[in-house]
């Protein structure tokens, strides 16, 4: 069965603090990670990894993605208030279907 | 500023009733996803459509649950009979997709329908 894992659940932090937030999969014909940043309503689009150890940047996020382990991260460095959000990891597969992580909850306290 | 619509944003309904949802997907996109979300659940991928024909819905419930895209530029999904379970909140998303270009697997989301059975 297709599975993307995402870790921790639930974060809390300070403004100002960096955070790393972790996503495993295990999926059939996979092509691409995905990351997304849900707050009050749609998931809006971050980052898309289809190549490992290339590094892709936006501002203060980051992520990379890692074929041979099967997983990714996503850095989020001198956290702000408007971080806080539910972040989703999601993997396409051969049909282009998208298979989404739980997310974690991320919390910035001021 | 091209965006994917969803009307309506909310609803609410008594058990029983029939529930249709509408989207209208990035002009020009070729592929429409109906995803629910809850919060035992996560986001589940309920059906979808490329060039208006349906890859697969073996994400939805088929003896209440249908999904149509009459037209490139609307998708539907309708319950019926609605039940108490179905309350989740319904996105749709649509891309321009490519089965050989990985560059094309971003989904876009629309705000979502808020979907309360009494």
């Known amino acids: 069965e297709d599975k993307v894992v995402q870790s921790p659940l639930s974060l809390v932090v300070h403004e100002g603090d960096t955070v790393t937030l972790n996503c495993s999969y295990e999926?059939?014909?996979?092509?691409?990670l995905l990351w997304y940043k849900q707050e009050k309503k749609a998931p809006t689009f971050l980052f898309m990894l289809?190549?490992?150890?290339i590094e892709k940047k936006s501002g203060r996020l980051s992520s990379i993605l890692d074929k041979k382990e099967l997983f990714s991260i996503l850095n989020i460095t001198a956290t702000q208030t408007g971080d806080s959000a539910v972040y989703l990891c999601?993997?396409?597969?051969?049909?282009?279907?998208?298979?989404f992580g739980q997310g974690t909850r991320l919390t910035i306290n001021p | 500023d091209a965006r994917v619509t969803q009307t309506p944003r909310d609803k609410v309904t008594e058990m029983g009733q029939e529930v249709t949802m509408r989207c209208q997907p990035i002009?020009?996109?070729?592929?429409v996803f109906w995803y629910r979300q809850t919060m035992m659940q996560g986001l589940e991928l309920l059906a979808y459509?490329?060039?208006?024909?349906?890859?697969?819905d073996s994400g939805m419930p088929k003896d209440r649950f249908s999904a149509e895209m009459p037209d490139a530029t609307l998708a539907t999904l309708k319950i019926q009979p609605s039940e108490p379970r179905d309350s989740a909140v319904y996105f749709c998303?649509?891309?321009?997709?490519?089965?050989?270009?990985?560059?094309?697997?971003?989904?876009?989301f629309g705000p979502g329908t808020r979907l309360t059975v009494l």
């Open positions: 999926v059939t014909n996979f092509r691409s």
């Open positions: 999601a993997c396409s597969m051969g049909a282009q279907k998208l298979v």
């Open positions: 459509f490329r060039n208006r024909a349906p890859l697969d």
């Open positions: 998303a649509s891309g321009l997709m490519s089965l050989t270009a990985t560059s094309t697997d971003t989904q876009y």
């Open positions: 289809t190549s490992s150890g």
């Open positions: 002009l020009g996109h070729n592929t």
